[in-house]
């Protein structure tokens, strides 16, 4: 699956760990300036990404109640969804 450049920030209530068995795109893989961590999911019904970006050696600082949604659509032009509507994520 190609991904659509860009993705929905989904903000949570409280923080989410991805599981320790997670992907790992490395920088170095795809030219890029940080690691992602990436995680299957969907959203929609839709197949899914969820993205969690970290840089190596570094103390993680990313706000973990935001999950960064990939897929091969700009989401906000196909479903239309707006600032603080809910939205059910299936972790896969």
């Given at each position: ?56 050696n ?27 509507d ?7």
């Open positions: 699956m190609k991904l659509f450049p860009g993705t929905l920030n989904v903000h949570l209530n409280q923080a989410y760990e991805l599981p320790s068995e997670t992907l790992c795109l490395r920088k170095e893989e795809y030219g890029g300036e940080v690691s992602v961590k990436i995680m299957p999911c969907r959203i929609f019904g839709r197949k899914a990404f969820i993205l969690r970006p970290y840089r190596d570094v103390e993680d600082n990313c706000d973990k109640r935001v999950l960064e949604i990939a897929t091969d659509i700009k989401l906000r032009d196909a479903y239309h969804p707006m600032d603080g809910l939205v059910q994520i299936e972790v896969q």
